[in-house]
């Protein structure tokens, strides 16, 4: 039987009130908000903040307005992409993990490089990427392989981890590991958007994630780097910034604050 790697992180001190606070948070949203009254117009309202924040935090200058006329750099432009296809994607992460994210891979730096590159994977005959900035060196090809099938493997075991803790680790390997050439941190947050979905923290995915990182900024490379070389101390760090993130994200739905 394979391990559950994900419970024992959520175990950390402070990890699950944390992690329950912050899950109060959604549900007090959705609650008030009452599920029945979130259209699918709320939804990619949501999802193309979550688009435009991801971008900024990738180094987009695109404003919000321009990304909602369609005239955002190509950073943006692939954020939006992957935003089109999130809600189907979110129900296959927990089976088919590394054909979700490289589809969104492909969806993200459609404008990025080359078409070889789509969905591709790194090897070793390629440099290593270095598009997330602020963080260590991104590990070699074959380690980098290895970690990202464990991964995979994590997520298809059973685990009693919350949620949030599966979708902030999965975010943070992503980020850590820059399996691709290009896009890593949109396909890192995108993944978490999506198990966000698929663990039911926000089904409907009306909130926006993508903007408490970016609220956070200041610490998001800070905090990588911490879950990269401090090992439980770091991903432990990781973890409770991640439950910020989260009830910041119920702050800045379109819920709260509809489209002007």
Known sequence: ???????????????????????????????????????????????????????????????????????????????VRMTGELMG???????????????????????????????HLRTSREPLPDDIPGLPPAPPADVMWERLSGLAKALTTPTTAPGLVVAAIVHAELAVLRPFPTANGLVARAAERCLLVARGIDQVAVTVPEAGHLELGASYPDGLTGYAVRGVTGVQSWLLRECEVIALAAERSPLNSPTR
């Open 1 to 79: 039987m394979t391990a559950d790697v994900f419970a024992p992180l959520a175990a950390l001190e402070g990890v699950g009130s944390a992690a329950r606070a912050a899950r109060d948070a959604v549900d007090v949203l959705l609650r008030d908000r009452g599920l029945r009254r979130v259209g699918s117009e709320v939804t990619a309202e949501a999802l193309l903040r979550g688009a435009q924040a991801s971008a900024a935090l990738a180094g987009s200058p695109s404003t919000l307005e321009e990304v909602r006329r369609g005239e955002g750099d190509a950073l943006a432009a692939g954020a």
């Open 89 to 119: 994607l979110a129900p296959q992460v927990d089976t088919a993990p590394v054909q979700v994210w490289t589809r969104l891979h492909q969806l993200a730096a459609a404008d990025l490089g080359s078409a070889d590159q789509l969905g």
